[in-house]
């Protein structure tokens, strides 16, 4: 339940004195990102403005990739479920997903590009964060696509995230490059059935040898 998720810390189990110091530097890291950016933040920054022990704050925090792992997997969960019309075109689909992913963080470039370059860290405790976070990403993506497109759209989802903390695109420009390729995927789709069908594949007729018509 999402209650008791409230109370769970990578590293260990809380009690609620410990869950309300994880919550004050967990916004407090949210906060300084905003003031110094990634490369500016440090736990020990994080735990000075949330009125915490430096010492306490690395208790429940290994790095400030975790902090800001931790920060990501917050807002993924207090995303309301996407309320996606199965009958809408598939790519209107795509980007009502895409863009309420992008809302889980806020629309803020400076958190965006931070929590994107947490995430690529190789301290386990983000990996357990990153491995959450990718699934309830797949699942949303489930959610608007068909199944055997899952995997393509989460890997351009997190490729055009990756491209724009690197600058080489905008944040903003995410949910309409993973919808073109949604576009892409089914536009292509359709002309391979047509020319089946235009080549007597797939129609399971055959002549009265026994032959495809």
Known sequence: M?????????????????????????????????ASGYDGLSVRNVARRAGVAPATAYTYFSSKDHLLAELLWRNVRTVPPSANDPSAPLADRVVQTVEELGAIIGRSPALVAACTQALLSSNPDVKGLRDRIGAEIRRRLAAAVDPDMVSVLLTTYFGAMLMAGMDHMTFAAVPGFVADAARLMTARDGARTARNAGNGKGNGRKDGKGRPR
Do not use: F, K, N
């Open 2 to 34: 999402v209650q008791d998720l409230a109370y769970e810390s990578p590293r260990r189990w809380l009690t609620e004195r410990q869950a309300e110091a994880v919550d004050q530097l967990v916004d407090a890291a949210e906060a300084e990102v905003e």
